[in-house]
């Protein structure tokens, strides 16, 4: 456990890629398994958790269904497991990082003071975006600029679609 910790630390440092991670059905359920939950906490504190439950359920459904559409178009669909642990693993990560900042934000928010956690919020936001561009960038051979527009895109796409369960039902 801790050699798999630290492997998802080595890749959100760009030092490892999603060809590290060992393919495995297993590991892929523990991923996507702590990705939600951890997404879901962070989602929690300041949205239903309803609403939080379905975007976290869209973004899983976004995030491997068009990683699956990509390998598919690129012939590399034997990626796809490592490629979903890599970004489901460091996406865990990224977001039990955001908990406390997310939480400071929720509870400073009545009274100011939120320009410092909101600011490494966005750093953070940055980073993960960042990391996804390089898991990207490696399972599809390309260069780090094309694996960045995918990152933004995916994450512009995510964001819109599981605002929009936000707005509907919040």
């Known amino acids: 456990m801790h ?9 959100c440092l760009f030092r ?8 495995s059905a297993a590991l892929l359920k523990a991923c ?4 939600g939950l951890s997404g879901l906490l962070v989602l929690i504190l300041s949205t239903p ?5 379905l975007q976290i359920l869209l973004d899983l459904m976004l995030l491997s269904g068009l990683l ?12 796809f497991e490592q490629t979903l642990s890599a ?3 460091t996406g865990t990560l990224m977001a039990l990082l955001a908990l406390p900042l997310m939480s400071w934000i929720v509870h400073q928010s009545s009274s100011g003071g939120i320009e410092l956690p909101s600011a490494l919020l966005l750093a ?3 980073w993960s975006i960042a990391i996804m561009a390089h898991i990207l960038r490696q399972t599809f051979d390309t260069s780090i600029w094309v694996g960045v527009l995918y990152a933004i895109g995916y994450t512009f796409l995510s964001w819109t679609l599981t605002g929009w369960i936000g707005a509907d039902g919040g």
């Open 16 to 23: 490892k890629g999603p060809k590290d991670i060992p393919a």
């Open 68 to 79: 699956y559409l990509a390998l598919i178009l690129r012939r590399h669909p034997e990626r």
């Open 32 to 35: 996507l398994l702590a990705y």
């Open 49 to 53: 958790a309803s609403v939080a439950l």
């Open 87 to 89: 970004l489901t693993g």
């Open 3 to 11: 050699a798999l910790f630290n492997l998802f630390v080595d890749i």
């Open 124 to 126: 953070l936001m940055v």
